[in-house]
């Protein structure tokens, strides 16, 4: 999991190798010394080191130095952690060094920290420090480094990497042949693209940033007004929950939703949806269901307004009742437990003018339907829901590309003019404009089934509510894809993360969200 904070708005943009390389030499050219940044950062990283690992504990220390400006920093960790008492040994695969690098090696060896070449000497120490190679990988890892990574990993000690594991792609986080298991990452500076990647979330274990004093500024001399990514934080989240209420109101004033989702074959979806939906505080919910399990969904929902649908042979939902005015709602969410035949409802709902949800058969049918004609026609916000697989459905050009997650679901929105959430262990939203947002606290306990349709639920709830506030859709996304996170996360400090099914998930999103409510930055 990344630790982020509040506190300081830019340590939450998540940058490329090239943006953060770009940002350097600008604080370089204004006239910041290379050497004292890198003290900072190496000061900084030992001081961490210390609360993490102290020295009665840990000390003896390895660290692995590169020839560059990573390794630079490595050397400042290990003069800094000799000087708190560790007892520091060297690994150094490559002779040459870049210059600032070289007299830190000088310094270090001047009190007499060994440096070796092979990594034997390693092998009684208790902590790695892992400083070979960090911004800009792109290549893969060659012999004696390779094999030194693979050792380190066989090892099962604990592993600090700074800044970018190494053997990480810096942008796509990809795996270069072989890569350092890290336990921590501490990212300096601002957040790089390649640790919020899936495939390298095991490899990077709990990423912290470093914080080197990089203004607002300084980010936007590079970054500018253009699309951006950032983390998703628990400031930007509360910005909207809950949602306002004037006290004098009623129902059909705090927004009307309707679910369209289950057949005869999938009743559980429209339940976990509506119970979604019901924690959102929306103040009537309309649930559309085949006829023959409108009796179940009335049984666990005795709050909403269960209809009752024609269905197929096969029974999936026919057709929606001539009573259902479309147009009276705020928001429709459908798709969970539709089944394929459900087609015709679907080419309903999209040809509405109404803000759409789509989730699970509902992007299925999107997708023969086509994705990106069909929803160029829509004039209503619409939010698409997918996981990896239902992504690849509806956009398989761009799926070609999945290994950055962020480009894909950002080339996603801007071609259908719809915000696009795409599902992982790093949840990535993009808006219309190109702007995206990245979920970096979870928990593998939504890896469950049913989570998705709980989101769903509380994504149309809460954009039926708002839709007469005037607050983007965007900014409901994000709200709810957060609030089920740390729902997940409070569900797995309960009952464990095996114990966090779908219906429990719903139990736990209100406390929750008291629970953040309370827990300050309000």
């Known amino acids: 999991m990344l630790e982020v904070t509040d506190s300081v708005e830019q340590i939450n943009y998540v940058v490329s190798a090239d943006e953060m390389s770009q940002i350097e030499a600008g604080i370089f050219d204004a006239g910041m010394p290379v050497a004292s940044l890198m003290e900072k950062v190496g000061i900084s990283i030992a001081n961490r080191i210390q609360e993490l690992y102290p020295a009665s504990d840990f000390a003896r220390v390895g660290i692995l130095v590169g020839p560059g400006h990573n390794g630079g920093d490595a050397l400042v960790v290990a003069r800094?952690?000799?000087?708190?008492?560790?007892?520091?040994?060297?690994?150094?695969?490559?002779?040459?060094?870049k210059e600032l690098t070289g007299n830190h090696a000088r310094y270090v060896q001047s009190l007499g920290i060994p440096f070796y070449d092979s990594l034997e000497p390693l092998q009684d120490c208790v902590l790695i420090v892992d400083g070979l190679f960090g911004l800009g990988q792109k290549r893969s890892l060659e012999s004696p480094i390779?094999?030194?990574?693979e050792q380190i990993n066989k090892w099962s000690?604990?592993?600090?990497?700074?800044?970018?594991?190494?053997?990480?792609?810096?942008?796509?986080?990809?795996?270069?042949?072989t890569a350092i298991r890290a336990k921590h990452t501490f990212c300096v500076g601002l957040w790089k693209l390649g640790l919020l990647q899936d495939e390298a979330l095991e490899f990077v274990g709990n990423a912290e940033l470093i914080?080197?004093?990089?203004?607002?500024?300084?980010?936007r001399a590079v970054l500018a007004d253009a699309p951006n990514i950032q983390i998703l934080t628990k400031k930007t989240a509360l910005a909207h929950l809950p949602l306002p209420r004037p006290l004098s109101t009623y129902k059909y004033k705090v927004g009307s939703l309707l679910?369209?989702?289950?057949?005869?074959?999938?009743?559980?979806?429209?339940?976990l949806t509506a119970l979604g939906a019901r924690a959102s505080g929306i103040g009537m919910e309309y649930v559309a269901v085949p006829e023959s399990i409108k009796s179940i969904l009335s049984a666990h929902l005795p709050e909403a307004l269960i209809i009752g649908c024609p269905e197929t042979e096969s029974g999936a939902i026919a057709s929606l009742p001539k009573e259902i005015e479309l147009s009276k709602f705020n928001a429709i969410a459908c798709g969970p437990g539709l089944t394929r035949d459900a087609k015709p409802i679907i080419q309903q709902v999209i040809e509405s003018a109404i803000p759409l949800v789509l989730d699970a058969d509902g992007l299925?049918?999107?997708?023969?339907?086509?994705?990106?004609?069909?929803?160029?026609?829509?004039?209503?916000?619409?939010?698409?829901?997918?996981?990896?697989?239902?992504?690849?459905?509806?956009?398989?050009?761009?799926?070609?590309?999945?290994?950055?997650r962020a480009s894909a679901v950002r080339s996603a929105a801007q071609q259908t003019g719809a915000v696009v959430l795409l599902k992982g262990a790093r949840t990535a939203i993009a808006n219309p404009q190109g702007f995206v947002w990245i979920d970096a606290q979870s928990t593998p306990a939504l890896a469950r089934g049913g989570s998705g349709d709980v989101l769903t639920g509380l994504i149309g709830g809460l954009v039926a509510q708002a839709i007469s506030q005037q607050i983007p859709v965007e900014s409901l996304v994000q709200s709810a894809v957060w609030w089920h996170s740390h729902a997940g996360i409070l569900a797995a400090q309960e009952c464990t993360e095996l114990g966090v099914d779908a219906f429990t998930l719903t139990q736990f999103l209100i406390p929750a969200l008291k629970a953040q409510l309370t827990s300050g930055l309000r």
């Open 80 to 97: 800094e952690l000799y000087f708190k008492g560790y007892e520091i040994i060297l690994y150094r695969p490559v002779e040459k060094l």
């Open 146 to 149: 390779s094999d030194a990574v």
């Open 157 to 177: 000690k604990p592993v600090i990497s700074i800044d970018v594991p190494t053997g990480l792609h810096t942008d796509t986080g990809k795996i270069l042949g």
């Open 211 to 219: 914080d080197i004093g990089i203004t607002q500024a300084e980010v």
């Open 259 to 271: 679910l369209i989702c289950g057949s005869h074959q999938y009743s559980g979806g429209p339940i």
């Open 364 to 404: 299925n049918i999107l997708a023969e339907l086509g994705t990106i004609s069909t929803l160029r026609k829509r004039q209503a916000p619409t939010v698409l829901t997918p996981h990896a697989g239902e992504f690849k459905r509806l956009f398989p050009e761009i799926a070609e590309n999945m290994c950055d």
